[in-house]
């Protein structure tokens, strides 16, 4: 598509000043050769100067077979900005951890060039890589080069979106288990669930190596898996005496600072209890030569979290305070677990009924009854404080009193 | 046609990340010993036999052409053999093998407009949401608002001389595809009008009940208007969550005079020292004040300065915040505190101030 017009941008011009570098350069970039970022531009500035966004709501677009990856979007000034009429998006499974090669990025421009307008988020705020704008009779094109390709859609709307991770083994020294792999197989146990939305709502997978949780799985998502250990933190303890020679204050920094309260120093040796270390990583962050999670490694898996909408935001909480991640993953129990919460959550949950805000709604009590876990006082923070207990049954006269 | 759809191929999944890894990975993956951070947006993982990866970080403004990435694989073909990744964050990290080659590929990246840092205790790239480019429920643009963020606070990107790190986040509206809410500083688009009700459009475009389940505060009534289907919004209670416009598209909240920004201070996700924790309202309302929001702008580098000044060595915003008590972080920062800052929805009870534990 040739660019025929061109247009005056100069609010946008002053975002092309500046050390950071310019989402304007880049649209400006594409609108050289191609017609949909030029009139993205144009948009744009009227957008700047009349502080208000110009996109219609949605529409039901995608590609054959699949009902989530594809967000339809429409200007709502298809006269003004013709070439962005249609302006869909397409959310592409990324990689585990992100990792390209310069031949893998250079396919995924070739394609993008021939269909689409030329402009990309690498990546969004799920993960996927996303191709910006374009129109609809591109998608089934776009679909086909993308797949003999090797890539395939992420997802949107009510279905397992996009899984992610931190880049886990490949590049951490803290990886508590195989973030990159358990998330390449769970995007593929669940590609029905991903590319045909049949839950009440989103159901987001994040896997996080460690308890700094690069990828926010505790905030972000659904079902959070954080990696963490169960043993003793592994010590060098000459390495501990060069950081404190080489000016790491360790009682300031490391001792005082520690939230379990479980590490001593006496100036040369580190001695921590480890019965009473909550495995945040502060001391292992700052001494990382020195400290290192212990070797019986797992993750905690937290279930629950989202953004406010619809009834506020949550965190994640506690379902299982510590589990083996290993391969075979297919054998691990856990599906079993996922299994029932879906089915429980399909059948009860309301429609755009996080499962967060379900566990909410019916109780954690019995959500726990009806998945079948046990209650452990891991998954609070406090036992209760109300004393308006529901108890379930009670004794009638002459019945037989359990001692 | 039908020979197309024959050879259509589905559910085929993401290409495994092993094609994508460098050697190097490969050989050392899951036994990496430690790192270290030579300088601010290089990272240097050293292996159990010796073997040592360097990562140069490079900011992104997220929203890339393919020209730029195009320029990305010349610089990883030039210089790491053609690897290179992208962070939870945004940014470009290189993968090198070569020390020698470290320098000569950050001139290259800086001559290409791509600042090197975002490690350690600094300001990283700012994860966002798509505005006034993408979306059509923005209540303010985002690559605009992060663009004169980063800007302004360029030289944190750069160094590493921050008490801790500070992860600045943006959403455009409540939906937050960013998911905001646990950030060091969270910018957050609000809508301050309630829905204008297009009562020709909203019979043929939504379902009535979905309508009046969507709300929260259960402000939405059925009503007849002019013999067809349509609702009733009960003005005073609405809280602008945006909800009902998900559901139905002619219930708009986008209004130039009433839209603009809100800060929220003091969340993380990461489990170090404190537990994650949400952000808090810290400036209820900023209008939009495009092309720069200077002041959006001028109030992050407030709210930056004074944590930088005042914190201890590691200490998050939020630590730092509760170490000191929100009473003397008003004072201190000269935010007004206001009605809007005290909570009204499910939880508020439990923000109220229960005990003798003031500063004054």
Redesign the interface.
Known sequence: MAVDKKYDTP??D??E???????????K??AEWNAM?ND?LGL?EQ????????????GIVGV???GGGIIG?YTDLPEKYPNISH?H?LRI??????????????T??DI??AHGS??????????DIIF??TRTEELEPVF?KL??A???LGGSGSDVRTP?C??G?????W?CY?T?ALT?FI??KF??EL?RPAFPYKMKFKMSGC??????????SDISI?GTWRDEIQVDMQKVREYAKNGTDIV??IVM???GKCIEWDGKDLNIDNSSC?????CI??M??AL?PGKDRGAVVLVGS????????L?SSVMIPFMKIEEPFDEMEFWKLIENMWDLWCEEG???ERIGEFIQRVGMGNFLDSVGLEPIAEMVAHPRENPYVFYEEYFEEGEEVEK | MAE??LQ??????????S???PPI?KEN??K?????IPRPGVLM?VADNGAK?Y?VRA????????????K???L??KYCD???????R?N?EF?LTKEENINPLIADLNAL???VGGTGNSITSI???Q????????AT?A??I???V??DN?EY?KTMVLPGKLRIAL?CC?????????SDIAILGIHRRPPKINKVNLPKMCEIP?VV??C?TAAIRPVVYDGKPSVEILEDKCMF???C???C?AL?L???LN?GVSIWIGGK????????M?SKLAIPFIP?N???WPEVTGAIRKIVELWAKNAH??ERMGEWIERIGWPKFFRMSGIEFQKEHIDD???AGLTYKRSAHLTY
């Not at chain 1, 950071?20 to 880049?26: G, R």
């Not at chain 1, 957008?47 to 709501?57: D, F, I």
């Not at chain 2, 259509?8 to 990340?17: A, L, S, V």
């Not at chain 2, 053609?82 to 939870?88: E, M, P, V």
């Open positions: 609010m946008l002053e975002l000043k500046g050390e950071w570098p310019s989402f304007v350069k880049e649209i970039a594409a970022s993205l744009l957008s700047y100067s009349e502080k208000m966004g110009h996109w219609k709501h949605g054959m077979g699949y979007r302006f998006t499974n990324m990689p585990s951890g992100w990792f390209y090669t310069s031949e893998a990025l250079r995924l421009c993008w060039d030329g402009l990309t988020n690498m990546h969004g705020s799920t993960g910006l704008g086909n797949t003999a090797g890539f395939d992610s931190c880049c083994k490949a590049r951490c020294e990886a195989d990159m390449h995007t593929n590609q029905d590319h308890p700094n949780d690069c990828v926010a799985s505790v905030a972000r954080i300031k920094e600072m520690c939230p909550l495995h945040c990583m502060h962050n700052v990382p030569k290192a989202k953004a406010p909408i619809v009834e506020g935001a965190l309301k429609n755009r | 197309e759809v259509r191929k589905t559910d085929i999944g993401p290409p495994h990340y094609k994508f890894l990975i993956y899951g990496w010993k430690y790192h270290e993982h990866l990562s900011g992104s403004p997220r929203l890339l052409s393919t020209f730029k990435i195009r990305y694989a010349e990883a073909d053609g690897y290179l990744r992208f962070t939870s945004h470009v993968l407009g791509h600042p994860v966002h949401t505005g006034w480019i993408h979306c059509h429920s923005a643009d690559s605009g992060v663009k004169a980063m800007d360029i990107f959403a409540l939906n937050m595809c960013g998911a905001v809410h646990c979905n389940a969507s929260p969550c945006a909800n416009f998900t559901v598209p708009p986008a209004d130039p839209d996700v990461s489990n170090a020292r404190h537990e994650p949400f939009n495009p092309p720069r060595k590691h929805f499910k939880y």
